[in-house]
């Protein structure tokens, strides 16, 4: 490969040694340029002192505005000048770039997913709260944010606020490793309305409007978008050790991804503000060809997702010490699966159909300038919930018209109160402590199974895990003068089992009800103007996992039916370290590198000499961009270390030993990326960019998963591939 570990713990190296020597070495340029540099009108958050820029506010860590300096978490902030100058060309592209994330794709009918840290659960993107204008996009199917429900097209996005690590105090269940925040309605860049149209690679197609005014005292923000693109075209064989087992599987040798990765998106979002009232609606359809347990066969495999959210909300300061805000939410969304595999005329489909509504009620009290009292009262009730799936081309009862659903008059109930206290004894020091409790009261699960002309069976079970969870947070913020500061936090979270998860347990009398994940972190994070063009960010870290959820498919040779079930199976450790140095050594250059060392071990009895899966040792990533006038280059960077598949304990071995992985380990990689971007091209507004992804054109692996199991070596990601975007600002 290209890429080797070699050269990422090269690249590490050199990061430690720019940590002592850069300063010194851009002291002669940062004198030439100091006076140029007073004159200069260029937005450059980062190339603000540490001072300032601590001053930059964001909203999602304690959902109302705080300073960066004040926020007891890494902060990691992208604004839409960061996104036109990179040229980003999805959501999920931004995510791989973000320090400590790295992108998994198994072709699945979720799309691309992200591990966190060193840790990813197999289930798409449960362990990071994923919010749009501060309001939930989860799948209370799966308790989770997969990707395809959340196509917000990047053009509409003014900034994302990425809060890092655990956030459950404020925010609940799921937030293991923090939230991320897609805002799409901020006035900071004024009423721009925006028209673009993209061609590119793939036969990959994008028109999108943006308007947004202000009429008086209503502002008002719209975002709308189409989306489509023919995906990938790689040979099946490229993906196997051994090709001949394709036709087994239905699919010929020579068969390819092309035509049956297809995606298609619509998107719409509307945010009003009037007087203290807001509204924020959005909504979401999206058709995603994929492959899910076997080879797509013919037109192939889909999934199409119509999600709905409907937020209305009142803001209001009540009096010189007291803001109070409410909010309520409502949120409908549908998954259709139809399968195509194995032959012509093969039926099979699959539908999940949830609603729900979310209440918020939040105080903000400051009675001093030394305390901030922040409270809350939470409830989300799950009101319609239900899987249906029938396979009956499969010839097995298990697949055949079962419904899986909430039992009559019962609701998913989550409920929750949390304090969160700020107080500054002194002006160096900002001393953080919350506590939430929260719970989910029982509640029944019904499932009903007909065969043909036999009789319905009927199933039902309780789900009774009704403990309070007490969730802690404790951080001291130290500024030991204007340049550098100290965090040091303490955090817990939890992840409930989800209405998935749940079924395979508690409709089977034979199995425990699941309990919630936890998260415990300890983190020191420590932030420093090194000069007046050079800053670091530097994390060390550790997060004890307990209570980790697994899901187990076996074949019972006596009733001849696939069981399904998942128990909490035990403890996973990751110590790791980040560094972040951002740099401006010459006018209008500007140069970002990161680099993270994890390890993450299991430490279940029989597992601790066992390699995590889904686990990179090391990750990396870079940008630089130069601006000259009214043209940007810049260049994206992210390597990713080498990963392991999934250990399955039932793998029997040639000698008759059990025990082994799915797939092969897939090795490193570095995906770099370059846009090119003009601004008032002929006239003030119109815009042009050409962005290049995967550059260097390298194969790129992603490890085997439980969801395509026959692509024993590793699933192949992007090519390169071009995007030419031409835009108007008016």
Same mark, same amino acid.
């Given at each position: ?38 004159? +200069? ?19 999602? %860590? ?29 959501? %999920? ?46 799948? !209370? ?16 996005? !003014? ?38 149209? %993209? ?42 050790? !051994? ?30 503000? *009037? ?118 081309? *499969? ?193 209008? *250059?500007?140069?970002?590198? +990161? ?115 026959? %692509? !024993? ?18």
């Amino acid at each position: 490969m290209f890429c080797t570990e070699k050269v990422f713990k090269a690249f590490i190296v050199t990061l430690v040694v720019l940590v002592f020597l850069l300063p010194n070495l851009l002291f002669s340029l940062e004198q030439e340029e100091s006076k140029k540099k007073e004159d +200069s009108q260029t937005d450059k958050l980062f190339k603000m002192s540490l001072e300032e820029l601590m001053k930059v506010k964001v909203t999602t %860590a304690s959902r109302t505005p705080e300073r960066i300096g004040e926020i007891p978490a890494s902060v990691v902030l992208i604004t839409r000048e960061d996104i036109e100058i990179f040229g980003y060309r999805t959501l %999920a592209e931004i995510l791989e770039n973000i320090p400590g994330l790295y992108a998994i794709d198994d072709y699945g009918e979720y799309g691309a997913n992200f591990g966190v840290r060193g840790f990813w659960s197999g289930v798409v993107n449960d362990n990071m709260i994923i919010l749009v204008n501060h309001v939930h996009q989860i799948n !209370d199917i799966f308790s989770n944010y997969p990707l395809n429900n959340i196509a917000v097209p990047i053009e509409a996005i !003014d900034r994302i606020e990425v809060i890092r690590g655990p956030m459950s105090v404020v925010y609940g269940n799921g937030a293991f490793y923090g939230v991320i925040n897609i805002i799409t309605d901020d006035n900071f860049y004024g009423p721009t309305s925006i028209l673009e149209g %993209a061609v590119g690679s793939e036969n990959t197609k994008k028109l999108f409007l943006r308007k947004a005014g202000s009429e008086g005292d209503f502002d008002y923000v719209l975002n709308a978008s189409l989306y489509d693109t023919d995906g990938f075209d790689y040979g099946l064989s490229e993906m196997v050790t !051994d090709p001949s087992i394709l036709p087994l599987l239905g699919v010929p040798v020579d068969s390819r991804t092309g035509g049956r990765l297809e995606n298609n998106e619509k998107y719409f979002n509307f945010s009003g503000n *009037f007087k203290g009232f807001f509204v924020k609606l959005s909504y979401n359809d999206t058709k995603k060809e994929c492959y899910f347990n076997l080879p797509s066969y013919s037109y192939g495999t889909y999934i199409r997702n119509n999600t709905t959210h409907i937020s209305f909300g009142y803001r209001k300061k009540l009096s010189d010490i007291l803001t109070a805000e409410g909010k309520l939410t409502y949120s409908k969304s549908r998954d259709s699966v139809k399968y195509n595999v194995l032959f012509d005329d093969f039926y099979g489909i699959q539908n999940f159909d949830t609603s729900g509504i979310e209440v918020e009620l939040n105080t903000f009290i400051s009675p001093s300038s030394a305390l901030d009292i922040t409270t809350g009262v939470y409830y989300r009730a799950v009101l319609d919930v239900t899987d249906m799936y029938d396979l009956p081309s *499969f010839g097995l009862s298990f697949y055949e018209n079962t419904n899986i659903f909430l039992a009559e008059n019962d609701d998913i109930v989550t409920r929750a109160v949390f304090t969160q206290i700020t107080y500054s004894p002194i002006d160096s020091l900002r001393l953080v402590a919350g506590v939430r409790l929260e719970q989910t009261p029982k509640y029944e699960l019904e499932s009903t199974r007909t065969i043909g002309t036999e009789p319905t069976v009927k199933v039902s079970g309780i789900y009774d895990e009704e403990k309070i969870e007490i969730i802690p947070r404790l951080a001291a913020i130290f500024y030991l003068n204007d340049d550098n500061i100290f965090k040091f936090l303490f955090g817990k979270a939890i992840n409930r089992p989800s209405f998935f998860q749940n079924t395979h347990n508690s409709l089977d009398p034979n199995r425990d009800n699941l309990e919630p994940e936890s998260i415990q972190t300890l983190e020191l994070n420590y932030i420093s103007n090194l000069s007046s063009v050079f800053t670091l960010n530097a994390s060390v870290f550790r997060n004890t996992l307990n209570k980790l959820i697994t899901r187990i498919v076996e074949f019972d040779e006596q009733t001849n039916e696939y069981e399904s079930w998942s128990f909490n199976a035990g403890k996973m450790v990751t110590n790791g370290i980040e560094l972040t140095l951002n740099a401006e050594p010459v006018l209008n *250059f500007r140069m970002e590198f +990161s680099g993270t060392y994890q390890r993450t071990e299991d430490k279940r009895d029989g597992y601790k000499d066992i390699e995590v899966a889904y686990s990179p040792k090391f990750l990396g990533y870079v940008k630089a961009s130069y601006r000259w006038d009214t043209f940007t280059v810049a260049l994206t960077g992210n390597y990713v270390g080498a990963m392991e598949t999934f250990w399955d304990e039932a793998k029997e071995n040639p000698d008759s030993s059990f025990g082994g992985r799915i797939g092969e380990k897939v090795d490193g990689y570095l995906l770099l990326g370059a846009n090119v971007r003009i601004e008032d091209l002929f006239v003030d507004g119109l815009y042009l960019n050409i962005r290049c992804s995967n550059l260097l054109n390298e194969e790129i692996r992603y490890p085997t998963y439980t969801n395509n199991p026959w %692509a !024993d070596r590793g699933t192949i990601g992007i090519g390169r591939t071009f995007l030419v975007s031409l835009g108007y600002k008016f």
